[in-house]
């Protein structure tokens, strides 16, 4: 029902930065970022919910990267700084309508995805 699409990915070197965008079909409760490299595991990024005022994140990516939401234009940003090489990842938007917050780094609670933008960090 809810459609997500991402874009602003690239190649970037260590130390840039870049801010990715996530716009939405419709409005939802939480909307998040997930990131997946190959041969791992999908990796919660962080999470904003609608008042924006409640952010989470993950503690690979605390301090240097922000979230952030346009409710009115339906989209959630992700601003990315100091990237390193362990960032490089595909990164997907995810949203939700009925999060558990003690299970917010599950992505099995997310029920909308996006297709993913991929995020290279060059060394």
């Known amino acids: 029902q809810v459609q997500l699409v991402e874009s602003g990915g690239g190649l970037v070197q260590t130390g840039g930065s870049l801010r990715l965008s996530c716009a939405a079909s419709?409005?939802?409760?939480?909307m998040g970022w997930f990131r997946q490299a190959p041969g791992k595991e999908r990796e919660f990024v962080a999470v904003v919910h609608r008042n924006g005022g409640s952010t989470y994140y993950g503690d690979s990516v605390k301090d240097r990267f922000f979230i952030s939401r346009d409710n009115a234009k339906l989209t959630v940003f992700l601003q990315m700084n100091n990237l390193r090489p362990e960032d490089t990842a595909n990164y997907f938007c995810a949203a939700s309508n009925s999060l558990i917050l003690s299970t917010i780094r599950n992505p099995r609670q997310y029920a909308y995805w996006g297709q993913g933008t991929q995020v290279t960090v060059s060394s």
């Open positions: 419709e409005r939802t409760v939480s």
